[in-house]
Structure formats: structure tokens, C-alpha cells
């Protein structure tokens, strides 16, 4: 009886480690997480994206925002533009996510169309690059809320705060 415990608990060892092989695996062998996965809102592989730079920035402002001197429209402004900002990316990572599904798809078929893969590979960078270009115009709009007196306010703040 013991030998059977033995056995049956050297199997469920060997079979939760080859899971946990194969799962570290099926993410590169980097160890991230699922949360590291979704790349469209913060961080890719150990640094700052755009996005995680746009809500960090917004946020900070907004946690600064006596200080600066902030109106009420300027708050409402900034909030409505990171909201904004999330909702678009949201999207626009979704929209990125099945295109890559569908080319894990195709890939899978005996017989390969590349050109219609190369037709999902092109549709899903254009969508990084209006992401990008996005996140471009959302930090430009977000410095475009302040006057020049804020701005200069807000770059001793990020000094103080380094």
C-alpha cells in the first residue's frame, strides 16, 4: 500500500512539474506572468511602454494636481483623456489579440496560404502603429492641457520626486 502512495505521488509530481515546464515555456521561458501577457496597458518585459507612460504621467498630474494649480476643467480634461485613452487601447489590444489568434490558426492548416497570413501580419502591425501614433497624440494632448507655467511646475515636481 505504501509503495502504491509512493507511486501515485511520484506521479502527481512529475505530472505538475511537466505542466509547470510547459507553461513557462508557452511563455518564452521568461517567467512572465499572465498579467504580463496583455501588453497593451503597462509594461512589456521589464519596461515601460507608451501606454504605462501616458496613465503614469496622467495619473501623476492629477496626484499633483493642488500643487500645480489644476482647474476643474483641466482635471475634467485629463480625466476624460485617460479614460479615453484606456478605452481606445483596450480595443485596439483586443483587435490585436484576434488577428493573432487567427494567424495561429492559419498556421495550423496542412497547407499554409501565406499570403493571407502575410495579409493578418500586416493588418496587426498597422494596428501597433495607430496604437503607438495614438498614445503619441494622448501624452502630446495631455501637455497640451497645461499652460507653460504648469509644465515648468510639473518638471520640478518629477525632479523632486527622482
Same mark, same amino acid.
Given at each position: ?13 512529475? !505530472? ?10 508557452? @511563455?518564452?521561458? =521568461? ?5 504580463? $501577457? ?8 521589464? $519596461?515601460? /511602454?507608451?501606454? %504605462?507612460?501616458?496613465? %503614469? ?6 496626484? &499633483? %494636481?493642488?500643487? *500645480?494649480? !489644476? ?17 481606445? !487601447? +483596450?480595443?485596439?489590444?483586443?483587435? +490585436? ?9 492559419? *498556421?495550423?492548416? /496542412? ?6 497570413? &502575410? ?7 498597422? *494596428?501597433?502603429?495607430? =496604437? ?6 494622448? !501624452?502630446? &494632448?495631455?501637455? &497640451?492641457? *497645461?499652460?507653460?507655467? @504648469? =509644465? ?8 523632486? @520626486?527622482?
Amino acid at each position: 500500500m505504501k509503495k502504491l502512495v509512493a507511486i501515485f505521488v511520484a506521479v502527481m509530481f512529475l !505530472l505538475c512539474s511537466s505542466l509547470a515546464i510547459d507553461s513557462f515555456a508557452m @511563455q518564452g521561458g =521568461k517567467g512572465e506572468g499572465m498579467m504580463m $501577457k496583455h501588453k497593451g496597458m503597462g509594461m512589456m518585459k521589464g $519596461k515601460e /511602454d507608451l501606454s %504605462g507612460k501616458f496613465c %503614469g504621467k496622467a495619473g501623476f498630474i492629477l496626484k &499633483n %494636481g493642488e500643487e *500645480l494649480a !489644476l482647474t476643474p476643467k483641466q482635471e475634467e480634461d485629463i480625466k476624460n483623456l485617460k479614460a479615453e485613452t484606456k478605452k481606445a !487601447l +483596450i480595443k485596439n489590444q483586443a483587435e +490585436i489579440e484576434v488577428i493573432e489568434v487567427d494567424i495561429e490558426t492559419a *498556421l495550423w492548416m /496542412d497547407a499554409i496560404d501565406t499570403a493571407a497570413v &502575410n495579409v493578418l501580419v500586416d493588418k496587426k502591425y498597422e *494596428l501597433k502603429k495607430e =496604437k503607438t501614433k495614438m498614445l503619441v497624440n494622448a !501624452l502630446a &494632448n495631455l501637455k &497640451n492641457i *497645461l499652460t507653460p507655467e @504648469q =509644465k515648468t511646475k510639473l518638471k520640478g515636481l518629477y525632479k523632486k @520626486q527622482m
